[in-house]
């Protein structure tokens, strides 16, 4: 939850690397010196001589301003507000150590009306498994684990019916605490198997036998949930603990990579300074699941999949080269709790019968076949007036498409938003309230935006069904300490490839011309609110709340 760097936005427009936000708090931000708009033609490293950067491709100017912290990175700027294209102004800043709070995990208390009473639906963020390694107090060390007994056991309080836990954009992170937060919601017993190059098989088990949370449970997945969100979905899905709903398939990430250090065996070259040869990554191990399933490939598969632009594109360990294949190991003994399967089938089909008639997936639908067709496309037309014309028919849909929506006059749901500093609170916060394009939290609170863009130093989001351009636009995290996010449009080698990569100028409209909801988490809700009638109806859950 945190990176080395200025805090800053960047993204590339017209060959040039420009700003478009800073990170309060942030070297770039306390500065004063550096705003919105500013286009960056040189960076420099201290005293080293300054490299010009217009033209050069953004991943590459990303590299040239992050670094270690305490170091000191000089950029040359064409301010937003100068009145010519020659003016330049220079401004050295030293990289700190920048928060991410926003990449904790956070939760939301939904209240959905029904029959005459109310759920309360617990859903709770997560974008990665993160744990501080470094901390020397272990009674102080931040992780994933605590973070969501912290909401879960918040939502409790509030008497939640049910959970959701939105694992759609985590890319994985750390093993431990995919494993300790699975244990949450299990009995104690094996929640992932890794095999070694020499073919031997260990366990990871969870060994606390307690439950922090026992209710109706529901995972979303995407095509871009990867590694430790694969062994956790796979182990809830195997233990019959979890209903999973999502894209077709998880990514596919089910091995372990090592990074070997080259300078130890390659000799310094005669002249050159600061010698770094690099590193070699090496695949070193491979995940299972309890029932001895590879999660390589072919990912984890959801228990309904629902309509989506990622489920058609070239997304995944299986649009890589050369990916290692699927296989099986001996199943680990495991007790199931089988809470999925006797519902499932009536669940499937309540579900299928509102995606059927809902008019947001009749969009999502059209969207579909729009990427089909737009990917199946191999040229581009030249001709002014025709691209002009394909424009105007884009924008006339768009439109189209707002009136209906605001045309329905849809209620603000009654949304709770707790964060982790909330959480030990009592009582709930103001409940949000919705616009369409920002989300409010009234008695004084600061303003949400729902669906945030691409963000250097918080995460890449784009709406779940957004329309896949047919740009060759690219964002780049800027600041990172590793080797940054990189959406590319034209790249299908990358997991974190974007359903969603437009140049700034067209992120209003590609914004509007996806659904106004995030339909698939609309549905996801329909979903438990089902699983908990069902479990009522059948005696498997005793009580909700009035």
Known sequence: LSLFGIGAVLTSEDGYCKITSLTPEAPASKSKKLKAGDRIVFVAQGTNPPVDVVDMKLNKV?????????TEVRLTIIPADAPDMSVRKEVALIRDEIKL?????????IEMPDAGRTLRVGYIDLPSFYADFDAKNPKERKSTTADVAKLVTKLKKEKMDGLILDLRRNGGGSLEEAINLTGLFIKEGTVVQVKDPDGGVTRDDDKDPSILYDGPLVVMTSRFSASASEILAGALQDYGRALIVGDVSTHGKGTVQSLVNLSPYL????????FNPGALKVTIRKFYRASGESTQL??????????????????????????LPWDRVKPADFEKVNRVTPFLADLRKLSDGRVLHDKDFDYVREDILQYKKNKDEKTVSLNEAKRRKETEEAKARSEVRKKEIKSRHLPDPTVYEITLKLADKPGLPPRMVKTNTTASITGGHPSVVPNERATVTAKFRWPTNSILSASNTTFTAVDTNGPGFHFNTNDTTASTKAAKSNSDDEDA?????????????????QILVDYIKLLLKKGALTTVSK
């Open 62 to 70: 990303v590299e040239q301003i992050r670094g270690a912290k305490g």
């Open 101 to 109: 709070e926003d990449q904790e995990a956070k939760a939301k208390l």
């Open 509 to 525: 409209d590609a914004e509007d011309a996806g659904p106004a909801r995030d339909v698939n988490f609309e549905e996801t809700k």
């Open 298 to 323: 072919e990912g984890v598969k959801p228990d309904l999949v629902l309509p989506s632009i990622n489920n058609e594109a070239d997304v995944g360990e299986k649009a890589l080269e050369n990916p």
């Open 267 to 274: 000799r310094p070259v005669e002249g050159v300074t600061n």
